[in-house]
């Protein structure tokens, strides 16, 4: 019989664990999570405090009296550090504002007088989740471990949820099985001494976006130099994406100033209308001790490939799958070329840009400004007049927005300017989700509009806290696949301390539709050579979907043969098959079956790894 858990892999980027109180009763339950493979941390009475899969390069700890700390990710942090904290450690609330400094990205795990702190990042890039096992509350660094120990199975109603389109704030939050509770990034988990009942307590929150562009440059482009120093400051040889986008070339910049040696990564597009390896080329002329290594465009892997195949260990669906293939293909590559760890780009997007719907609170408070910003994004993204004074004038509260969406899931999708300037995208439900399904989610949308909260009462900030978790949220399962083909991944621009700094510049010089990315272009100046800062422009890969799709309609059309969703009544298999022999149709185009392509190939994993397990 096989682990599931420790087949997936235990180097470097594979971090998983289980933590427990210093009980005798928990110990019992912890023995449960020891296989071959699994390591221990333990309490000072040598009961188990973590149990799970780590490297040593992923770990520090520290212990002084009675309280112990340790760091699992990546940590650049040294042992010293920790053992100050350590020993003027007095109360675990005192950890919040470490917690607020500490660079790169690692779960906080902390013990002081028998009580338990567990954080993950604010990001939502590592995330806490725990149940009640055997009468003690256990946390995990991933919902199927405890799901596991618990025999659980996922929830019919919870599935359900996973097939809107997209899934909104909380609902997405949601674990899979029943009987298990995630903690927001934003929280960490108190767990008592003796192992019963949990407290969430908030360590972070962003920062008020008020700081002028010209004063936040120079601190994005330290925190973001001192995330890819958290990755590199080991020396060694490290790769780095490359697209010839101004994320990945701001990364590869900054790599090559560090001790290692660095190794650039470029997949050209298909279309040869795609300028992406022409960029590539104009950075890697300028990074003279950086070998660039340009892919053959054909080889690379389309959009859908693969799918049939994939067996990750996930504790969550994710709209990852369907570029899983593309994303981890020239790993292998990079790992025989000497790469200890793959740098990318991604994220970029999603912290050094910022959603229009600040304007909703901006066309309140500087109407003249924001005026003329509406009109230039109104020109920009072709914004008809109407639906965007509708948007503007739209006052409804964030639970409010959610309980309506409950009567609108059979829709038309939304004007792109009702997204962009509101709560965000309306979700919806396509004709092959069946109306078992669309009850199970409306009850799911009508309940969680009753308790929702936004995640900050500005809808701009609001979007890009929810953008940001959405990514992340693929990357976390990324990060998993990566590790597994034996070279982990890393996103410096979703560390937290990048992320803050880049939430703290004002809305209006952030986003703008006169200028591209202005705040990372005015902070990689001095380091970006000019050249590079002047692209206005990215690729849109849209060639390589389409080819992807005709390439691979038939395996799209086997995904639907024996659906694990359509056996549980969640989907109408006969027109998801009528879809997939038409590839050109719009459902295919869009991402809008996305959500339903990745909850099947989660439950088709999850079967394939039981099965593994019996065996």
């Given at each position: 019989m096989t682990d599931p858990h420790q087949s997936a892999g235990t180097g470097p980027g594979a971090a998983q664990f289980a933590v427990f109180t210093d009980r005798a009763d928990a110990a019992a339950v912890a023995r449960s999570f020891a296989r071959p493979g699994t390591r221990t941390l333990d309490h000072a009475s040598g009961r188990p405090w973590l149990v799970g899969t780590w490297d040593d390069q992923e770990i520090v700890s520290a212990r002084a009296g009675t309280a112990a700390l340790a760091l699992v990710g990546c940590v650049p942090v040294e042992a010293e550090e920790l053992e100050r904290v350590a020993r003027s450690l007095r109360d675990l609330a005192a950890l919040d504002a470490w917690a607020r400094s500490l660079p790169g990205s690692c779960h906080l795990v902390a013990a002081l007088d028998g009580r338990i702190r567990v954080q993950g990042t604010a990001s939502g890039l590592r995330l806490v989740f725990h149940a009640d096992l055997g009468g003690t509350r256990v946390a995990a660094t991933r919902a199927d471990l405890l799901a596991d120990a618990l025999g659980a199975e996922p929830a019919?109603?919870?599935?359900?949820?996973?097939?809107?389109?997209?899934?909104?704030?909380?609902?997405?939050?949601?674990?899979?099985?029943?009987?298990i509770t995630a903690v927001a990034p934003h929280d960490a988990l108190i767990l008592p001494p003796d192992g019963h009942g949990v407290?969430?307590?908030?360590?972070?929150?962003?920062?008020?976006?008020?700081?002028?562009?010209?004063?936040?440059?120079?601190?994005?482009?330290?925190?973001?130099?001192?995330?890819?120093?958290?990755?590199?400051?080991?020396g060694g040889t490290v790769s780095c994406d490359l697209s010839g986008g101004l994320?990945?070339?701001?990364?590869?910049?900054?790599?090559?100033?560090?001790?290692?040696?660095?190794?650039?990564?470029?997949?050209?597009?298909?279309?040869?209308?795609?300028?992406?390896?022409?960029?590539?080329?104009?950075?890697?002329?300028?990074?003279?001790?950086?070998e660039h290594v340009v892919w053959d465009a054909e080889e690379s892997p389309l959009v859908y490939t693969g799918l049939l195949g994939i067996d990750d260990v996930l504790d969550e669906p994710t709209i990852g799958v369907m570029d899983r293939a593309r994303v981890l293909h020239h790993l292998p590559a990079m790992a025989e070329r000497g790469s200890r760890v793959h740098l990318t780009g991604i994220g970029g997007d999603h912290v050094a840009w910022?959603?229009?719907?600040?304007?909703?609170?901006?066309?309140?408070?500087?109407?003249?400004?924001?005026?003329?910003?509406?009109?230039?994004?109104k020109a920009l993204w072709q914004w008809p007049l109407l639906p965007m004074l509708g948007a503007l004038a739209d006052s409804r509260s964030y639970g409010t927005?959610?309980?309506?969406?409950?009567?609108?899931?059979?829709?038309?999708?939304?004007?792109?300017?009702?997204?962009?300037?509101?709560?965000?995208?309306?979700?919806?439900?396509?004709?092959?989700?069946?109306?078992?399904?669309e009850h199970l989610a409306r009850t799911a949308l009508r309940t969680a509009g009753r308790r929702a909260r936004p995640l900050h009462p500005d809808r701009g900030l609001h979007a890009d806290l929810q953008q940001i978790r959405d990514c992340t949220?693929?990357?976390?399962?990324?990060?998993?696949?990566?590790?597994?083909?034996?070279?982990?991944?890393?996103?410096?621009?979703?560390?937290?301390?990048?992320?803050?700094?880049?939430?703290?510049?004002?809305?209006?010089?952030?986003?703008?539709?006169?200028?591209?990315?202005?705040?990372?272009?005015?902070?990689?100046?001095?380091?970006?050579?000019?050249?590079?800062?002047?692209?206005?422009?990215?690729?849109?890969?849209?060639?390589?979907?389409?080819?992807?799709?005709?390439?691979?309609?038939?395996?799209?059309?086997?995904l639907w043969e024996d659906s694990r969703l359509e056996r549980l009544g969640l989907v109408d298999g006969d027109v998801l098959r009528r879809l997939a022999e038409r590839p050109a149709t719009r459902h295919l185009r869009d991402a809008v079956l996305y959500s339903t392509i990745a909850a099947e190939v989660w439950l088709r994993a999850l079967d394939r790894t039981r099965r593994e397990v019996r065996e």
């Open positions: 019919p109603q919870r599935l359900a949820v996973r097939l809107l389109w997209p899934v909104p704030h909380p609902l997405a939050d949601e674990p899979l099985w029943p009987g407290r969430h307590t908030r360590w972070w929150s962003p920062p008020e976006p008020v700081v002028p562009l010209r004063t936040a440059a120079p601190r994005v482009r330290e925190a973001l130099a001192e995330a890819v120093a958290a990755r590199t400051r080991h994320d990945s070339t701001s990364v590869c910049f900054l790599a090559d100033r560090s001790p290692a040696r660095v190794i650039a990564s470029t997949w050209p597009g298909r279309d040869p209308a795609d300028t992406d390896l022409e960029w590539a080329k104009r950075a890697a002329a300028a990074l003279p001790d950086v910022c959603s229009e719907a600040y304007y909703h609170r901006l066309a309140r408070r500087r109407p003249l400004l924001a005026l003329r910003q509406l009109r230039g994004f927005w959610l309980a309506d969406a409950e009567h609108r899931l059979r829709d038309p999708l939304p004007p792109t300017v009702t997204t962009s300037l509101g709560w965000g995208m309306s979700p919806r439900l396509f004709e092959w989700v069946t109306p078992e399904a949220r693929i990357i976390r399962q990324w990060d998993h696949m990566a590790a597994r083909q034996g070279l982990p991944m890393a996103s410096p621009f979703l560390d937290d301390r990048v992320i803050e700094a880049c939430l703290a510049v004002r809305p209006a010089e952030r986003v703008s539709p006169w200028r591209y990315k202005p705040l990372l272009t005015e902070a990689m100046r001095g380091t970006v050579p000019e050249e590079c800062l002047r692209r206005a422009n990215k690729a849109a890969a849209s060639m390589d979907a389409a080819d992807g799709l005709r390439r691979h309609r038939g395996d799209l059309m086997a």
